[in-house]
């Protein structure tokens, strides 16, 4: 099953976050992870949630996405977090491909 890591990020330091983000960029790719969401607008439809920029990456699954959060790449990425941005983080599963959450390929 997939799993998601999304991060809703205050930026700090703008140098620092590109630094940040080329960093963990290059970590998430090596480790198997893609960028569903990078940014862009957000619209708060219910509730009192006012995130900043939300990011959104796809691994194959929560041990992959586990192993790159704890990875020596990933570690280059966090030397420079703190100055480049706050946020809050969170790995979440996703859910398996079966006839409803699956498109259908055509033959």
Known sequence: MPAYVISDVTIRDAEAFESYRTRAAASIAEHGGRYLVRGGEVETLEGNWKPGPL?????????????????????????????????????????????????????
Not at 68 to 93: F, G, H, K, Q, T
Request: hydrophobic share 45%; with cysteine.
């Open 55 to 107: 990011i959104v990456v796809e691994f194959p699954d929560i041990e992959t996405a586990r192993r790159w959060y704890r990875s020596a790449e990933y570690a280059a990425a966090l030397e420079v977090r703190d100055a480049a941005l706050s946020r809050n983080l969170i790995l979440v599963e996703g859910l398996g491909c079966d006839a409803v959450n699956c498109p259908k390929t055509a033959a």
